[in-house]
């Protein structure tokens, strides 16, 4: 099979690039198996035109509108390989089909790996990254930021603004002189003892055990995990990465190119800050971008 184009993660990014190849009536294929990272929120919030509505339901949707354009095809699994051939990249699908394309969009998004494994069950509902895609709605409650990388000062120096909240430093992440005035300043309390497992029925939280034994309240927490590039592609294509505050993320320039030549990249896999919205209109940028060096690449043809 040979497109224009294969565009690997139907989420966001995915699928904003999408849009831009199909309107512009080249042959696509969209590579997605359906596990999106947003898969455990129940709404997404701050996107313009959509706030408060599920991420699955924004997804359908988008499929929906991409299906409409003949040019599109879509496979329902993942891309296992990638390696530049010829004038194009070839993909391995899980179906062992093999895919060739004259340019690849990774819109691969990333795997999050949470410090406490009693977070794992509250991780989109309770358990929170991103306080402007949730802080809102748990506006005037206990909050609580939980100290996993040594940016966690800045987090919860903007905490205040949704509710009460408490800096727990894990015992490692300590601020110094001058954070500690400035958490004082916005009236953050600051924990030392180690928060060892979150408490509540479910996906809620109630409050946080501590190593002393302690329970303190919290409905909320929010804390950034340790993430990773959801797909080896990148890595398998040469891409060159760069470091993150959670984790590696692959490099691009200011039009989604990566250090490969004919490869793009978009959505949380190629950006330090994650969001609903970047990453879309990071998938817009990646989408024009491609289609632009393809129309180049033709106009240049001897």
Partial sequence: MDYDAIIVG????GLSAAIQLARARRRILLVDAGRPRNRFSEASHGFLGQDGAAPA?????????????????????????????????????????????????????VADELPLESMKARWGVSVLHCPYCHGYEVRDRPIAAIANH????HQALMLPDWGPTTYFTQGVFEP????????????????????????????????????????????????????????????????????GMTGPHILVDGIQQTSVERVFAAG????????????????????VSAHRSLVTEEASAS
């Fill in 176 to 243: 110094n002189e001058e954070e500690a005035a400035q958490l004082a300043r916005r009236g953050v309390r600051i924990e030392r003892v180690p928060v060892v497992e979150l408490l509540g029925e479910g996906a809620a939280t109630r409050a946080l055990r501590l190593a002393d034994g302690r329970e303190v309240a919290a409905q909320a927490v929010f804390t950034a995990p340790t993430t990773r590039v959801a797909s080896p592609l990148a890595s398998q294509l040469g891409c060159t990465f760069a470091d």
């Fill in 10 to 13: 139907g989420s966001f990014a």
């Fill in 57 to 109: 339901d924004i997804m359908r949707e988008g499929l929906r509108q991409l299906s409409a354009y003949p040019s599109v095809d879509f496979f329902n699994g993942t891309a296992e390989a990638a390696e530049t051939q010829g004038q194009g990249v070839r993909a391995e699908l899980s179906d062992g089909v093999q895919a060739w394309g004259r340019r690849i969009i990774l819109a691969t998004g």
């Fill in 268 to 287: 949380d896999a190629a950006q330090p800050m994650h969001n609903a919205t970047l990453a879309s209109a990071a998938g817009v940028m990646a989408g």
């Fill in 150 to 153: 040594p940016g966690a000062v």
